[in-house]
């Protein structure tokens, strides 16, 4: 309809009933002066200026028509009424019950205001912006549904199709980037991965190193086919891997017997499969059991026996000939089972190879064998190589590097590794071994570790019982853990669904309307694609690790309950104003429904994009992609929701019993007191008149009781939902008791800060997303307990303290493929005298202090070393050929500077100091190692302390130190860890503060009220730290998901 169209006459009997309200007043208690108004508003107007809702001609039009129905008599008489007893309450407060029931409701109030004023000089309050644009969808709400949902499904595609999507677990990337302590760390590492290339290769690798950002170095480099590959030239792109080379490789030296206690036998990129055992009582304080019993080895002896046939079956081991045998064979596993054959069979000191693909005693003989001075002897035995391991394992900080044979070694094994005992068995009294290993020779390329893996997932491969020993198996590089943790990733893409079935079971029953519950699950569901494209595109993000996965079920939690904050306020403007029209209510309910969501989505947002201050790159990535998610959960709101909402309400107006849009209608009783609150009376069949309406509820009011009407009221309180009973119930509850709840509460606020403060940090940069139960999880932390394992973290850390390079992180720090270029410090000059003098004393200095110790007892720094090479060589008769050539017959340091680069470089060449590295013949590195006396896993404040300590006593030497060798600085990667899980525990206090802050700020623009804003941070407040609480209870640390579970409660209780 246009403004042009003739105005629709009014019914005949309209005007009379309206009329005869003049004579008996508009409620029972006035006149009817305030009714006439309005009558006189309506019939004064020009035709340009007669409008409902400030719209044209047409729109007034449908208003009279409505108001001429049925249904519209009703309703119509209702919303005047309601609304001149609104605009006729006193403005000043209410002072009690009655005065506070008689105030107008927001809705009404609103609807006042905007679309019917009562006085002739009251005009119309002007729409804001936002109900401008609630109208504007209520015209057309197809056509913005349409719009929107069209663009969201492009974006998504984009996004999903070109951004690179991949859910996948992957532990790299959990370490801190871009502070002091990582950048320092960074350096010294790209050092020591490069130290041989820069050592012994050209100015090409310099040169590379310095330009190219390195891949992540928490990767093996491997080929496609799973296969490490060893690369002559790296820079070289003709220089590729060649499997069959590699193959061959390991083969001869499987089947050399080099293998067994090799560096290939344990490492990582071989992926070799691996057998961890444990005792029945491996757990006790006092253990009495151990895998040296006879019956234990028997135990063990028949899992590897029908293991290897499984992996000889399958052809999934490195198989080699041998005497007496027609076909290849698997080798046996390193393990004590070996070690007992060649301890019986007296030829341990033989090479391995003699008990290749052969049992030299079947596992039967074994035990008849294994008598109790057997065991005694094999103890005593391995109790030598343990000590011997131990005692060398500091040489090079490496326990899983084989120990080269020495005059006065007591371990009769040439290649002995303590993989095969626990890190308590060199103390244990009597000697008890409850921790062991079992390693095999097995294919490394992908399909083996896939066929390997299925094979236990299938209960191949022999795990014995729980008595004495039990088994679980993985690889050296924990494939089988990785696989199944990707499988259990896409296992947990079915609690989405779940997730989603349950959010659509709660809508559906909130809603009672399939199509509004469709729209709130594509609200949910669109976010997420609709995030990752921002997420990709605009922030550049390409990290996207497992932790982001997480984000699917807050979405839906915080999804759902923006769906049901939008249909309610719908619901409730549409049961304050039945005769509203669609656009009407629109322009109502949708700022106040936008204006409630997003108080509460700014304070989660904002609480997640805090938690990306963390320098840990999964964590900023989980942080930023939640946060997207609640931005665009909220956008999808107001384009998706409120169009359907839009349409749903139309629908119901024109008398649609259509199930799929409401059902309600199908199960309500006959007279259902909230049946307002959903449906528009437009198509009851009501046979009375206004005018006889009117005369009803007068002959109501005009009861000979004058409380009839409050104790209607009364009777319409007692028929509310079920849920409005209980929260008045909770209400009344907690109001009578409210100093003892608030007393309570504050106790147990003190309680839970107090075990809330007992929280740990973790011991291992590992991040865990397994149960204990798994046999993969098991895996992980039955190695921890291996002697190996222990004497891999060191008797203390090694601290290398550097000259000649910057601390700096070049790379992409979100994203942990991109790592870092090699940085070196220009004004590092250690050519003049006073710079070789400093450095000369470097060391005494160092070592004189209680928090560094030298690596190993004959451990020298590098310029002393060379220093007493000088000495030496100088006063020998023949100097080698080095000194004669390059040091010009300098004895000590300092040495002159012109010859000081080639003296130094000819002597580091001539010894294999690969500490001291030159790029041109310039010395452009130099390093100094040192212990500390902390481990790896030490207590947070101990690394602390130790850190300090360094940093202290280097800031006084830099005082000191000539200008052109002060900028040395120490690292560690045991100090790495310390800043790692330093920067997570400020993570969570600063993510915890910031939402705090932000939802003080928003309760407080909200209510403005003090009180209620200390109240709703003290039980955002309360509730971290019973949930912290909770953790510590449950065992937990803090480790990368518990910072961000706490930081997940910080966000969920904002209000």
Same mark, same amino acid.
């Given at each position: ?749 003190? =309680? !839970?800060?107090?075990? @809330?403060?007992?929280?740990? %940090?973790? #011991?291992? &940069? ?6 204990? *139960? ?85 451990? =020298? !720094?590098?310029?002393? @070393?060379?220093?007493?090479? %000088?000495? #030496?060589? &100088? ?6 050929? *080095? ?173």
């Amino acid at each position: 309809m246009t403004s042009s169209e003739p105005i629709v006459p009014l019914n005949e009997d309209v005007p009379d009933a309206i009329s005869s309200r003049s004579d008996k007043g508009t409620d029972g208690d006035g006149d009817g002066a305030s009714f006439n108004s309005f009558l006189n508003f309506v019939s004064s107007k020009s035709d340009d200026e007669k409008s409902v809702a400030g719209s044209d001609t047409g729109s007034y039009n449908s208003f009279l028509r409505f108001i001429q129905t049925d249904a519209g008599k009703e309703d119509s008489i209702r919303v005047v009424k309601r609304t001149i007893n609104n605009r006729e309450t006193p403005p000043s407060q209410p002072t009690n019950k009655k005065q506070l029931d008689s105030r107008p409701s927001f809705y009404s109030a609103n609807f006042s205001e905007h679309f019917f004023p009562v006085h002739d000089d009251t005009p119309r309050k002007k729409l804001s912006l936002a109900s401008r644009y609630g109208a504007a969808m209520a015209r057309r709400p197809a056509t913005h549904l349409l719009v929107a949902l069209v663009i969201a499904i492009v974006l998504s595609f984009l996004g999903l199709k070109f951004g690179k999507f991949e859910v996948a677990v992957d532990n790299s990337g959990w370490w801190s980037r871009g502070t002091t302590i990582s950048n320092r760390a960074t350096q010294e590492l790209v050092v020591g991965l490069n130290r041989k290339d820069l050592f012994y290769g050209g100015d090409d690798e310099w040169v590379e190193l310095q330009t190219v950002t390195q891949p992540n170095w928490q990767s093996e480099d491997e080929s496609e086919d799973g296969e490490e590959c060893v690369r002559t030239n790296p820079s070289d792109p003709a220089d590729i891997c060649d499997k069959d080379q590699v193959d061959n490789s390991t083969l001869q030296q499987v089947c050399s017997g080099e293998w067994y206690g090799s560096r290939e036998m344990v490492k990582g990129g071989e992926k070799n499969l691996v057998g961890l055992w444990k005792t029945i009582d491996a757990e006790s304080s006092n253990p009495t059991r151990s895998a040296l019993e006879a019956d234990a080895m028997y135990d063990l002896c028949v899992a590897e026996k029908n293991t290897l046939e499984v992996l000889q079956k399958e052809d999934l081991c490195y198989k080699c000939s041998t005497a007496g045998n027609e076909e290849d064979s698997c080798i046996e596993p390193y393990s004590l089972v070996l070690m007992a054959r060649l301890f019986l069979a007296d030829n341990y000191t033989a090479s391995y190879s003699s008990t290749l693909g052969s049992e030299s005693f079947a596992c039967d003989d074994l035990r008849t064998s294994w008598t109790a001075t057997i065991q005694k002897d094999f103890t005593s035995m391995l109790q030598n190589c343990v000590a011997w391991a131990i005692a060398f394992s500091g040489d090079d900080k490496n326990a899983t590097t084989a120990l080269v044979e020495n005059d006065v070694n007591m371990c009769p094994y040439s290649q002995f590794l303590p993989t095969v005992v626990d890190e308590l068995f060199p103390t244990a009294n009597p000697p008890v071994v409850r921790y062991t290993s079992s390693f095999y020779a097995t294919k490394s390329n992908d399909e083996t570790i896939d066929q390997m893996y299925s094979a236990d997932q299938n209960n191949d491969f022999d795990r014995s019982d729980d008595d004495p020993l039990s088994g679980v198996y993985d690889t050296t590089n924990t494939a089988f853990y990785d696989i199944y943790s990707d499988s259990i990733v896409g296992r947990d893409m079915s609690l989405a669904v779940g997730s989603a079935g349950v959010t659509f079971i709660a809508m559906m029953i909130h809603t009672k309307s399939p199509f509004l519950t469709l729209m709130g699950l594509l609200q949910i569901l669109l976010s997420f694609p609709l995030a990752y494209f921002v997420y990709y595109f605009i922030g550049g993000l390409v990290f996207f690790p497992f932790l982001n996965f997480i984000g699917i079920f807050v979405v839906f939690a915080l999804g759902a309950d923006d769906v049901f904050v939008a249909v309610d306020k719908w619901k409730n403007a549409r049961h304050e104003l039945p005769s509203g029209t669609t656009e009407q209510i629109a322009a109502l309910a949708l700022p106040d429904a936008a204006y409630a969501m997003l108080l509460t989505s700014t304070t989660t947002a904002v609480a997640f994009f805090g938690t990306a201050l963390c320098p840990v790159a999964p964590i900023v990535a989980f942080a930023v992609f939640c946060g997207l998610l609640i931005i665009f959960d909220y956008l999808m709101n107001i384009f998706l929701v409120f169009p359907a909402l839009c349409l749903y309400d139309t629908w119901l107006l024109r008398g649609s019993k259509n199930p799929c849009i409401n059902f309600e209608w199908c199960c309500k009783r006959n007279e259902d007191p909230d049946s307002e609150a959903t449906t528009p009376h437009v198509n009851e069949t009501d046979k009375e008149t206004i005018k006889e309406r009117i005369s009803s509820d007068d002959e109501e009011i005009q009861d000979d009781d004058p409380d009839a009407e409050e104790r209607h009221k009364e009777l319409e309180e007692e028929k509310h939902a079920l849920i409005h009973r209980l929260l008045d119930g909770y209400y009344n509850f907690i109001h009578k008791f409210r100093w003892y709840v608030l007393g309570l509460s504050l106790a147990g606020s003190i =309680v !839970c800060a107090v075990i @809330a403060s007992k929280l740990t %940090l973790p #011991v291992s &940069s590992e991040v865990s997303i397994l149960p204990d *139960s798994n046999n993969y999880q098991k895996h992980r932390v039955w190695s921890q307990q291996l002697l190996s394992t222990m004497l891999a973290k060191g008797e203390g850390s090694e601290v290398v303290i550097s000259w000649g390079i910057l601390p700096a992180d070049t790379g992409d720090h979100l994203n942990p493929d991109s790592w870092t270029k090699l940085v070196l410090d220009d004004t590092f000059n250690p050519r003049t005298d006073s710079a070789q003098t400093y450095l000369l004393g470097f060391c005494d200095r160092l070592f004189a202090n209680d928090f560094a110790s030298a690596v190993s007892p004959d451990y =020298v !720094c590098p310029i002393n @070393a060379f220093d007493q090479w %000088l000495k #030496v060589q &100088s006063a020998a008769e023949t100097p080698q050929v *080095s000194y004669a050539q390059k040091c010009n017959g300098a004895s000590s340091v300092p040495v002159p500077s012109d010859i000081f680069d080639d003296c130094i470089i000819s002597w580091s060449k001539s010894v294999n100091e690969t500490y001291v590295l030159e790029e041109n013949n310039s010395v452009k590195i130099m390093q100094v190692r040192t212990r500390s006396n902390v481990l790896f896993d030490s207590p947070f404040s101990d690394l602390k302390e130790e850190y300090d300590a360094y940093e202290a006593w280097l800031a006084s030497e830099r005082e000191t130190a000539p200008a052109e060798v002060n900028g040395m600085f120490h690292s560690s990667l045991d100090f790495w860890w310390y800043d790692t899980n330093g920067q997570m525990l400020q993570t969570a206090y600063g993510a915890a503060a910031i939402a705090l802050a932000c939802a003080a700020v928003i309760v407080f623009i909200s209510s403005r009220s003090f009180i209620l804003t200390l109240f709703a941070a003290l039980s955002i407040g309360y509730v971290l730290v019973a949930a912290t609480a909770c953790l510590v209870g449950l065992g937990w640390e803090l480790g990368f998901l518990e910072t961000e579970t706490s930081t997940d409660i910080t966000d969920l209780t904002s209000p």
